[in-house]
T-cell receptor
Framework: SQQGEEDPQALSIQEGENATMNCSYK?????LQWYRQNSGRGLVHLIL?????REKHSGRLRVTLDTSKKSSSLLITASRAADTASYFC?????????????FGAGTRLAVHP | DSGVTQTPKHLITATGQRVTLRCSPR?????VYWYQQSLDQGLQFLIQ???????AKGNILERFSAQQFPDLHSELNLSSLELGDSALYFC?????????????FGQGTRLTVV
């Protein structure tokens, strides 16, 4: 079963607007990652935030993590048409002493020129 | 280019058949993971290897098996294929344990079962 669940499932915005995607998870995590997938292609890592961090920035990306609420958000500022893709959160959880990297169902982002 | 190579890129086969998907991880990466992505769905974790040994299993069917070889490349074997097995199969690799560092994904193998 999925560990993370993204919200919303789909998001449609205009270029220049900000896009916010949320991820909720169920069990304690070691860290949380965000990935991007262009249609039918492999996933590309965006950012990793550790369980003891609250916020992280990378270019136009801002990720927050609230372990008390078991949730994370990804903010893309000043979006561009090229940001159109699916975005997934992935959590690292312990599995009998070894970590598993489990992905959520993703948010499909469409940025219109 | 992520450095992870998956072959073949596309595969069309009939129900009941067996196929083997191959993955070469990035140089130096010890962990290999396999995921299944059905149309417009999220990634389902199948199995993970670290330095040749199975480390974690997800929702992998008994008809599916995998292994990681001494040279660290991995193969995913799918047998008695059904229409519902049609999906994108991704391999990913990372230096260390799953999630400790970023994972690098291959471009996937698109399997179509007819």
């Amino acid at each position: 079963s999925q560990q993370g669940e993204e919200d919303p499932q789909a998001l449609s915005i205009q270029e220049g607007e900000n896009a916010t995607m949320n991820c909720s998870y169920k069990t304690s995590i070691n860290n949380l990652q965000w990935y991007r997938q262009n249609s039918g292609r492999g996933l590309v890592h965006l950012i990793l935030i550790r369980s003891n961090e609250r916020e992280k920035h990378s270019g136009r990306l801002r990720v927050t993590l609230d372990t008390s609420k078991k949730s994370s958000s990804l903010l893309i500022t000043a979006s561009r048409a090229a940001d159109t893709a699916s975005y997934f959160c992935a959590t690292s959880t312990d599995s009998g002493g070894y970590n598993k990297l489990i992905f959520g169902a993703g948010t499909r982002l469409a940025v219109h020129p | 280019d992520s450095g992870v190579t998956q072959t073949p890129k596309h595969l069309i086969t009939a129900t009941g058949q067996r196929v083997t998907l191959r993955c070469s991880p990035r140089s130096g990466d010890l962990s290999v993971y396999w995921y299944q992505q059905s149309l417009d769905q999220g990634l389902q974790f199948l199995i993970q290897y670290y330095n040749g040994e199975e480390r974690a299993k997800g929702n992998i069917l008994e008809r599916f098996s995998a292994q990681q070889f001494p040279d660290l490349h991995s193969e995913l074997n799918l047998s008695s294929l059904e229409l519902g097995d049609s999906a994108l199969y991704f391999c990913a690799s990372s230096v260390g344990w799953a999630g400790a560092t970023e994972a690098f994904f291959g471009q996937g193998t698109r399997l179509t079962v007819v």
